[in-house]
Structures are given as structure tokens and as C-alpha cells.
């Protein structure tokens, strides 16, 4: 096991809408990394730290559906509730629908140190579930949704 850290932020779709999350699609699919700032309660984010982005919601899918590093350590700027805030850059290796995400019921159950329903974006990840066991769920997950073309 490893002791490095990682973050859980999330997205309610239903409370912000992400404007050019169909473009962010795209550049992932096409392999390309996308840098976008998030708001992060957590400031003792530190840079190249793992994040993992969580969809939450009533009547949508739930679960991890994009991962990539810190690029930025947090800053206070204007959140998207009009209120002053931190937020982080990240840049995401790999972006998802919503439909192909990995299941919360799934993270739930293999993770349940993770409080996997938070309200609040940037939460830690206990070092014991940043390993290879959540690293390889979700690689394992993304090459289900995006197996390798030959």
C-alpha cells in the first residue's frame, strides 16, 4: 500500500452546469488531458496529487467519472454559488458520461472508509484506498468503456 493521498470532488449537474463538459468529452476521448479549476474545501491539497471526480444527484448516476492531478494547489476565487471559495486545477487524464461512470454502489461497498455520498467537494481519500486497489478499479473500468483499438 502507499501513502499518498488523493481527493474526491464532486458534481451535481442538477445544481451547476458545466458548459463545455461536451467539449471536455471529446479532448478526453481523443486521448488529451483538459485543465479545468474545481472548488476544493480541502487547502492542504498538494500539486501532481491524485483527484478523483465524483457525480452526485437525485435521479441521475452516481459515481467516479473523471480522474486526473492537481495543477494548481488551492486558491481562493468565486465558486459557482456566487460565493467566495477554494478551488484547485485539474487535469483530467480521463473524462466520462455520466452513464459510463463507476458506480457508487460499487465504491460503497469496496470503500467503505470513503463517505462516497458527500456534499462538499474535496474530501480526502483514506491513503489505503488510494493504492492500487482504486487505481486499478478505475483503469480497469476505463478500459471496459474505452477498450484499446488495435
Same mark, same amino acid.
Given at each position: 500500500? &502507499?501513502?499518498?493521498?488523493?481527493?474526491? @470532488?464532486?458534481?451535481?449537474?442538477?445544481?451547476?452546469?458545466?458548459?463545455?463538459?461536451?467539449?471536455?468529452?471529446?479532448?478526453?476521448?481523443?486521448?488529451?488531458?483538459? @485543465?479545468?479549476n474545481w472548488t476544493c474545501i480541502n487547502r492542504n491539497v498538494q500539486l501532481y496529487e491524485? /483527484?478523483?471526480?465524483?457525480? +452526485?444527484?437525485?435521479? &441521475?448516476?452516481? !459515481?467516479?467519472?473523471?480522474?486526473?492531478?492537481?495543477?494548481? *494547489?488551492?486558491?481562493? %476565487?468565486? &465558486?459557482?454559488? !456566487?460565493?467566495?471559495?477554494?478551488?484547485?486545477?485539474? *487535469?483530467?487524464?480521463?473524462? +466520462?458520461?455520466i452513464e459510463e461512470a463507476l458506480p457508487q454502489a460499487k465504491l460503497k461497498d469496496l470503500?467503505?472508509? &470513503?463517505?462516497?455520498?458527500?456534499? /462538499?467537494?474535496?474530501? !480526502? @481519500?483514506?491513503?489505503?484506498?488510494?493504492? %492500487?486497489?482504486?487505481?486499478?478499479?478505475?483503469?480497469?473500468?476505463?478500459? @471496459?468503456?474505452?477498450?484499446?483499438?488495435?
Amino acid at each position: 500500500m &502507499t501513502d499518498r493521498i488523493a481527493w474526491l @470532488i464532486t458534481w451535481n449537474p442538477h445544481k451547476w452546469k458545466w458548459v463545455d463538459y461536451a467539449d471536455c468529452l471529446a479532448e478526453s476521448a481523443a486521448g488529451r488531458t483538459v @485543465i479545468r479549476n474545481w472548488t476544493c474545501i480541502n487547502r492542504n491539497v498538494q500539486l501532481y496529487e491524485r /483527484v478523483y471526480l465524483e457525480v +452526485l444527484g437525485q435521479n &441521475t448516476t452516481r !459515481g467516479i467519472i473523471a480522474s486526473g492531478k492537481v495543477r494548481r *494547489e488551492p486558491y481562493c %476565487e468565486m &465558486t459557482w454559488r !456566487g460565493t467566495l471559495g477554494y478551488k484547485i486545477d485539474v *487535469e483530467f487524464d480521463t473524462i +466520462l458520461q455520466i452513464e459510463e461512470a463507476l458506480p457508487q454502489a460499487k465504491l460503497k461497498d469496496l470503500f467503505p472508509e &470513503t463517505c462516497w455520498s458527500t456534499q /462538499v467537494s474535496g474530501i !480526502g @481519500i483514506k491513503p489505503s484506498q488510494t493504492g %492500487e486497489s482504486l487505481e486499478q478499479l478505475w483503469a480497469e473500468h476505463i478500459s @471496459i468503456i474505452r477498450p484499446c483499438k488495435h
